[in-house]
């Protein structure tokens, strides 16, 4: 069974910063992309982050153009854990969380952590 299980949201305060970690069971870790995702209320789930989803190149990264330089996403293939270090907050940034880990065909989505950036 996949589990997909993210953790390490939380409120903190405008520019500050939170590590989100994601891990992921029942899968093999280096056949799969993983990437992080956010959805404020209202709006619609967009893009953070993602590793190893440039062209299939094992540690490729992509950032959304407004986080380059303040979120970090890594991966420990050990503890088949990705985290997103997340700097410099912004209250609307405010969000739920996912992870997700894909391949062609196939994605499987974790249940989200809320971060709350307050100003």
């Known amino acids: 069974e996949v589990q997909i299980v993210e953790s390490g949201g939380g409120l903190v305060q405008a520019g500050g910063s939170l590590r989100l970690s994601c891990v992921a069971s029942?899968?093999?870790?280096?056949?799969?992309?993983f990437g992080w995702f956010r959805q404020a209320p209202g709006k619609e789930r967009e893009g953070v982050s993602c590793i190893s989803c440039r062209d299939g190149i094992s540690g490729s990264t992509y950032y959304a153009d407004s986080l380059k330089g303040r979120f970090t996403i890594s991966s420990d293939n050990a503890k088949n854990t990705v985290y997103l270090q997340m700097n410099s907050l912004k209250p609307e940034e405010t969000a739920v969380y996912y992870c997700?880990?894909?391949?062609?065909?196939?994605?499987?989505w974790g249940q989200g952590t809320q971060v709350t950036v307050s100003s």
């Open positions: 029942g899968v093999t870790f280096d056949d799969y992309a």
């Open positions: 997700n880990v894909f391949k062609v065909a196939v994605a499987y």
